[in-house]
Structures are given as structure tokens and as C-alpha cells.
């Protein structure tokens, strides 16, 4: 670079200053480019979704509606994971349930397998399990899975099939109809192309182990049906204990007519029963209804009760077929609380005990339910790939569009439940048995977005229990709801974070649905929750949070620090344009008056120069603080202020540098040298997001707990914030480093995990889609607007409020030059939403 030589010193001077800054500036830009862990092309990257081989163990895609527990497919094609009995149950496997193939080719050859490719090791098994499993039977040489939520395929491949085969699974999944994505159901389509040059007959064989008496097989009721266009195995419980928890049933049926069908497998000896079923089904494909072999010396019935349902065609060179059958199950009683049993169920009131799942209401037992699905495929069908096709067509990158769907499965998974009047409950999570921390937490909940914006009724049933149920007379909200199922209410510290989230997202529910009548009907428990926070959280009057203040990572903060108060502000601009709608000025101005002090005083006491920290006197005298660290959620408020339509609640420019330093200073490259003695969700050569750091010293004796891990949903969060404040190739580095680690050998695509499986806070990766997408609604106006930050010129998403969903376009005009934009509503009311030119809000 060349300088001109200054005339006197006092220009010497200013041109040293200038060329310090000029290359400080350029060191700093330098360092935030180098931080980047990809490249661009790497981080545009658009096409299809990941694939996953048949050794990729921790790949597994949850079936099953909301509500109604789940069942998964692996990599292998293989069940796993049967979680129908109202409690999450990671790892559980269910005896010789599996499906089968049988080939016959016009020279007599046959070849019969297991549709799984073969099983993985280790194989330290005792020797129990992989004959239960089938493991010892002929499987396919290789498979490949892909998932793209709510619809799965498995190709698998063997040389020396005369077939190809494709299985495709889902459960049906309609935004916006809870019911129709509440069915305890399952589609499996097998797909079966004659790839030989002469006929080939083919059965497929579904075997189904009866788990519909669990604590007692002996009292299952098994038999073969053929009503409702339907015609298959119905599994049920005979026992009088109508009040029992894992009593219910099952069902596996077809409406194809080539059917075959064994209703229960040879009972009593050893393997007898699967000797006598496979030797059955190789020899012709055709199955026996009922066994027909009797020996003596032989103890009574004992073991698994299995039965089988056969489908067989024959296919013309080049011909496909498609097999499909349908897996349902009902078990109609869940504990009434959260706990599994709360006094056991030796009482003479077991009905006290239990609760009915809403699903159990809408169907009497697992053949009526596989009627209904039956009945109603193809218009549920058609909406389910109407919602995929627009996720997935999206002009995003691959793994924005990854992150979106695969989290969807927290709503479908045990982390979730409704009971019979349709109020909805949610885990944090799920142990491997059970679930775990019990009462749709509010400061977990908070960061979830997927359900807000695909199912609102559900978010706005939990609005009602806080405010109306859980929020005492001075305002003290329960941030784990127990009241509402009966049990005595949660008695521990407020949570500053989590009331005043739920405030947030009243605003955000409001505008979603429109509905001024729901929020009319919780206002006076917002109100008082909302009023609480100045009385107990603010301990001198100057609107900035300062008492005792308990939060998400389970511990108190003490002192102002952002991330709470950020979470104050927020609700005081959510709480004062409520107040406008519903007719309280004063209140408004209240409100407003308290935001305007309130953030100005708290900027003037935090801002640390990049970042905003907690101001205390002595950071060690109270254990679990941060003090001068750069906390990842510091400014959570506006970031749920961004997703609700709010606005800035904080300086723009100091929001915007506080999220960078969160990036700069948080989000590590690899974690192969980094210190962590609590728990630990990243390990090694992986990237990830710290909840906290101290990058100016300062590190507390010991700093609040969780503060060295990685947590997906708050690094969704701060990716998400990144995106809104115009950091976008720092957002799609947080977010692409979260899904390179679920890649099925470490972890699983469909189950980002914090404590316990399929995480509420995963969820905040919705906000990615709105971030991405600009998008802003008012369902009280009925309008919706766009300002797209990437692929302005040819952009396309899925968009939805609590009263449509369909796509939008955004696209150059080449005669104009000029992007147009346009939606299209594929779903609800097409009168409710209309398109309008994006604001600067």
C-alpha cells in the first residue's frame, strides 16, 4: 500500500491512527472470516437430504401421530424402538416382529429374506435376543435410508434378489389439524420391481408380536378379520382390569385381497414357532391360518404370541407392485400426573389412577383406528406430501431445511402427550423409560417454535393452564405445570426467564390465530403474571431485573444481568400492544414506560463494550454466576421478540455486536482440547456452540451449571438470532456444525438430545424458516409479509400462520428486473391471509 509522505507531524499522526485502525479492522475482519468453519459453497449448499447406510445404527425415524407414542425404522429397515405404551422406551425391541420376502422365479428358484439388510456389530449378544430379532435368518446384502419428516424410504439390495425393493413409511402429518396428525398409526409400502426377464411371483410377509397384555400374554385376545375393507390380525386384551395401563391393542392390516395369514405361531418348546412359521412361508409364500402341527412331550403354550399376514402377487418382467399394509395400536390409559404410578394400582378406585390419551377418544381400538386411516388416506396422504413437498422444495440450504423437519419429531415423539379433553402436556424430554422433568417447563418451552407456527391450538391449550391454572393470586406462575393433572402444585422459586416467555409467546399465539376472544379469556393471568415481575424481580424500582432470579440451567442468577431482563423487556412490548387491543391504555403506558427505563438503564449497567454482561460485586460470592462472561442466551428476549413481530427492544447496535461476540467467542471449531466436567452432548473434533465463555478473564470459582456444554436448541436459538440481526454466514455455520454431529453413527438425524431424547428446546430451530424468510405475521389484520436474506431472486418456502399454510415465491422479474413475490395457500382459509409489503420493524 503506498502513503503519501505528510507534511508535518500532526498529519503524521492522524495517518498512523488511521492505518492502525484500517489494519485492526482488517485483522478483525480477517479473524471473524477465518472463524468461519466452511466455505461458502459449503454453507449455500442446496439438493437432496443426507442418505444413511444400513451401518448408520443410530438413524432411526419416528412413526406415529401426536400423542399416541411411536414406533421407528432404522437404517437396516428393521422396527426399533416400540414406544406405544404411553412412556418413552429407547431400545425396546418386540419379539419376531419383522417383515419378510419370498421370491419364485418361472425355473422353480426361490429366495426368501428378511426385508433389513444384515445385522450390524458388535455381536456380544448372549444369544437370547438375535433369535427374537430374526437375526439368524437370510437378510439383504445392503440398504440405504432416507427421511424427510413425515416420510421415510429404506432401498434395500441384495445380488441375488430377482427384485429391487424400496420400503416407504409415514404417519400421516397436516399442519394446522392436530387430529389427522394425532392417529396411532403407521403406512409401510413395500415397493417391489421385477428387475429379471421372466414372471416372478413375490409375497411379503408382515409378523407381528402381540404385545397387547403386557403384563400377562395369556390373557391376549388374537384373531383374523375382514370388515371395514380391511382385513388383517387384531391383537386385544381380554383381561377385566379395565383400568390397566398397558392393556390395550394392536393391529397389522391390508386392504389388498391376495391375502394369507397365519393368526398365531406354533406355541410351546423351543424355536417350534419360528421353525414351523418360516418353513410355511418359504414353501410357497402362502401361509396356514392356523399351525397344524401337534407333538408330544412338549410343556403347554408359553413365550411370545406371534401372528403373520402374507400379501402375494406375481410381477411381470419390469413390473413394480406396491405391498402396503398398515401398523396401529391403541392403549387408552396413561397415569393421571406425571409420575408412572402414583399409588400403585392395588386400590379400589384404579380409575383415579389413570387418565384416558385423547387419541382413545377419537378411536375404540387399534382395527378402528387403521379403518379410519384407511378411510381417509387419500385425502391425509395428499396433504402430507403437499406439506413435505413445499418444506423440502424450499430454496434453502439442505441442512437449514434438515434442522426444520427432523426437529418436528419432538412433537410426535413421548416427549409429548394430550389427554382426553385434548389439553396438551409436554416433557422436557425423554429418559430411554420415561419421561424426563415433568410440566411443559417454561424456560424450555420457550425457545420452541415448530409447534407454534404447524399446530398453535396445541401451544395456546398450555397458554391457558399458565395463566389460568398455574398463576396464583399474586401472580407467582408455576413453571412446572402439576395442578393441571392433578397433582399438588409445584412449590419452588418463580422463574424469571420462563414467565416472561410465556408472556411473549401469549403476543406470539395472539397473532398467530387472530383470536382476541383467547386472549381476552387468560389476559387477567397474564396481567398478574406480567405485574408480578416488578415486585418481586426488580428490588429498587428502576425496571431492571436485580433479585434472586431463577432460570433455565437450574440455578438463580442474582444481580442484573441481560438475559433475563432481555426477557423483561420483551414481555413489557408484548404486554403493552395487548393492553392496546383489549382496551387499557393506562396499562399500555404502563408497560411502555417500564421498557423505555428499563432498557436504557440496563444497556447503561451492562454493556461490557462487545457483549452484554451480569453485573455483580463479587461474582463468587453466590455460587453458579457468570459475571464478565459472554453468555449464549444474553439476549434471548429479542430474539423471541424477532420471531413474535415485535421489533427491537434493545439498541440495534449493540444486539447486533452482543450475538456476534456470542459467535465469536462461543462457537468453537473443534472441541478436541476444550475442558468440560459436566455433561457432555459434544465430544472430540466436533464443532459446537458453549452456553458460555470468558474471553476478557473473570471466570467465576464456579460458574453456573451447564455453562462449558453444548445445547442444540440454544445454538438454533443464537443461529437464528445471527440470521435476524444480518449474520447469516455465522447462523448457517452454528447450524450446519448441530447437524453434522446427528449423522447416525453418533447420534441420531431425528433425536437432537439435551436431558433426555427429542428435546423441547430443539424446536427453536423453526425460527431459522422465519429468519431466513423475513417472515412476519398478523393474523388480527390477516396479513402476512417476506423479506427473504438469501436467494433474493429466486426464493421459495413453506410459510404458516394458525389459519393457512402454503408457499411462498419470490422471484426476478426479467423485464423488470424487479423481485415479485407471491403465496400460495395449499391448506385453511384462503380469504384469512393477505400479502403485504415487508416493513423495517
Request: glycine share 8%.
Amino acid at each position: 500500500m503506498y502513503f503519501p509522505y505528510p507534511s508535518n507531524a500532526r498529519h503524521l499522526r492522524l495517518l498512523s491512527c488511521a492505518c492502525i485502525l484500517a489494519l485492526a479492522a482488517a485483522s478483525q475482519a480477517a479473524a471473524e472470516t477465518e472463524a468461519l468453519p466452511y466455505s461458502k459453497s459449503e454453507l449455500y449448499q442446496m439438493g437432496k437430504q443426507r442418505t444413511f447406510k444400513g451401518d448408520a445404527s443410530l438413524a432411526a425415524f419416528l412413526l406415529g401421530g401426536i400423542g399416541t407414542g411411536n414406533v421407528s425404522i432404522g437404517a437396516r429397515g428393521d422396527l426399533r424402538d416400540w414406544e406405544i405404551t404411553h412412556h418413552a422406551q429407547k431400545g425396546r425391541f418386540i419379539p419376531w416382529t419383522f417383515f419378510a420376502i419370498r421370491t419364485e422365479q418361472a425355473d422353480g428358484t426361490t429366495v426368501a429374506k428378511v426385508l433389513e439388510s444384515r445385522p450390524n456389530p458388535p455381536f456380544s449378544h448372549w444369544g437370547g435376543s438375535p433369535a427374537d430379532w430374526g437375526w439368524g435368518l437370510p437378510h439383504f446384502a445392503q440398504s440405504e435410508m432416507r427421511g424427510e419428516y413425515p416420510f421415510v424410504w429404506v432401498d434395500l439390495k441384495d445380488p441375488k434378489m430377482p427384485v429391487s425393493v424400496q420400503l416407504e413409511a409415514f404417519t400421516p402429518f397436516v399442519p394446522l389439524d392436530a387430529d389427522a396428525s394425532g392417529i396411532p398409526a403407521a403406512v409401510l409400502r413395500y415397493k417391489i420391481r421385477n428387475t429379471s426377464k421372466d414372471k416372478v411371483g413375490v409375497s411379503v410377509v408382515g409378523s407381528l408380536s402381540n404385545e397387547s397384555c403386557n403384563h400377562d400374554r395369556d390373557k391376549a385376545v388374537q384373531e383374523y378379520r375382514d370388515t371395514d375393507g380391511l382385513r388383517g390380525l387384531h391383537y386385544a386384551c381380554a383381561d377385566s382390569g379395565k383400568f390397566r395401563l398397558k392393556c390395550g391393542s394392536m393391529a397389522l392390516t391390508t386392504s389388498d385381497n391376495a391375502v394369507s395369514w397365519k393368526r398365531e405361531w406354533l406355541r410351546g418348546g423351543w424355536f417350534d414357532g419360528g421353525h414351523d412359521f418360516w418353513d410355511d412361508f418359504c414353501a410357497d409364500g402362502k401361509l396356514e391360518a392356523e399351525s397344524k402341527y401337534t407333538a408330544k412331550g412338549v410343556g403347554g403354550p408359553q413365550g411370545a404370541r406371534i401372528g403373520s399376514l402374507a400379501i402375494s402377487h406375481d410381477l411381470a418382467p419390469g413390473e413394480e407392485k406396491t405391498f402396503e399394509f398398515v401398523l396401529s395400536w391403541h392403549y387408552p390409559y396413561r397415569p393421571r400426573g406425571w409420575t408412572l404410578e402414583k399409588k400403585g394400582e392395588a386400590t379400589s378406585k384404579p380409575e383415579e389412577l389413570v387418565i384416558r390419551n385423547y387419541y382413545a377418544t377419537k378411536f375404540d381400538n387399534a382395527w378402528k383406528a387403521a379403518s379410519f386411516l384407511k378411510e381417509n388416506l387419500t385425502k391425509l396422504e395428499k396433504q402430507s406430501r403437499e406439506f413435505h413437498d413445499t418444506l423440502f422444495n424450499s430454496s434453502l440450504p439442505s441442512y437449514i431445511i434438515d434442522a426444520l423437519a427432523s426437529n418436528i419429531t419432538v412433537i410426535r415423539s413421548n416427549t409429548v402427550f394430550r389427554v382426553e379433553d385434548g389439553t396438551f402436556f409436554g416433557w422436557e424430554g425423554c429418559a430411554d423409560n420415561w419421561g424426563s422433568c415433568h410440566g411443559t417447563c417454561t424456560h424450555v418451552w420457550n425457545y420452541a417454535q415448530t409447534q407454534a407456527f404447524l399446530f398453535p391450538e396445541l401451544e395456546r391449550s398450555s397458554r391457558r393452564i399458565e395463566f389460568n391454572t398455574e398463576t396464583d393470586a399474586e401472580g407467582k406462575m408455576a413453571f412446572r405445570n402439576s395442578k393441571a393433572l392433578s397433582d399438588p402444585p409445584w412449590n419452588f422459586h418463580a422463574a424469571a426467564d420462563g414467565q416472561m416467555g410465556t408472556i411473549v409467546r401469549l403476543y406470539r399465539e395472539w397473532k398467530l390465530s387472530g383470536d382476541t376472544e383467547f386472549l381476552r379469556s387468560v389476559w387477567p393471568g397474564a396481567t398478574r403474571a406480567l405485574d408480578y415481575a416488578f415486585k418481586h424481580w426488580d428490588s429498587d424500582g428502576d425496571f431492571v431485573f436485580d433479585s434472586q432470579q431463577h432460570n433455565t440451567y437450574d440455578i438463580e442468577f442474582y444481580g442484573p444481568n441481560s438475559m433475563t431482563n432481555s426477557m423483561f423487556f420483551a414481555a413489557l412490548k408484548a404486554g403493552a400492544e395487548m393492553a392496546d387491543a383489549l382496551g387499557e391504555p393506562e396499562r399500555a403506558a404502563k408497560y411502555r414506560k417500564a421498557l423505555e427505563l428499563g432498557s436504557a438503564k440496563m444497556d447503561q449497567l451492562l454493556w461490557g463494550g462487545e457483549y452484554y454482561i451480569q453485573r455483580l460485586n463479587d461474582v463468587n460470592e453466590y455460587r453458579y454466576q457468570y459475571g464478565q462472561g459472554c453468555l449464549s442466551d444474553q439476549v434471548l428476549g429479542q430474539m423471541l421478540a424477532h420471531v413474535a413481530g415485535l421489533g427491537y427492544i434493545l439498541p440495534k447496535d449493540h444486539v447486533k455486536q452482543a450475538i456476534h461476540s456470542v459467535f465469536r467467542y462461543n462457537f468453537r471449531k473443534t472441541l478436541a482440547d476444550h475442558n468440560c466436567v459436566q455433561r457432555g452432548f459434544a465430544f472430540n473434533d466436533e464443532s459446537g456452540l458453549l452456553l458460555c465463555s470468558w474471553p476478557k478473564g473473570g471466570r467465576p470459582k464456579l460458574p453456573f451449571v451447564y455453562s462449558d456444554e453444548v445445547w442444540t436448541g440454544i445454538e438454533h436459538q443464537v443461529a437464528a438470532h445471527l440470521i435476524y440481526e444480518g449474520l447469516i454466514d455465522e447462523g448457517l455455520s452454528v447450524v450446519k456444525a448441530v447437524r453434522d454431529r446427528q449423522d447416525g453413527y453418533r447420534r441420531s438425524p431425528w433425536d437432537e438430545i439435551e436431558c433426555g431424547h427429542h428435546y423441547a428446546r430443539s424446536m427453536a430451530s423453526w425460527a431459522l424458516l422465519t429468519g431466513l424468510s423475513g417472515f412476519q405475521f398478523d393474523m388480527v389484520k390477516g396479513t402476512v409479509s417476506f423479506k427473504p436474506l438469501i436467494n433474493q431472486d429466486d426464493f421459495r418456502c413453506f410459510w404458516s400462520t394458525g389459519k393457512a399454510w402454503g408457499a411462498f415465491t419470490q422471484k426476478k422479474n426479467p423485464s423488470t428486473g424487479k423481485n415479485e413475490q407471491k403465496i400460495e395457500v395449499l391448506y385453511g382459509d384462503k380469504g384469512a391471509v393477505k400479502l403485504v409489503e415487508a416493513s423495517g420493524k
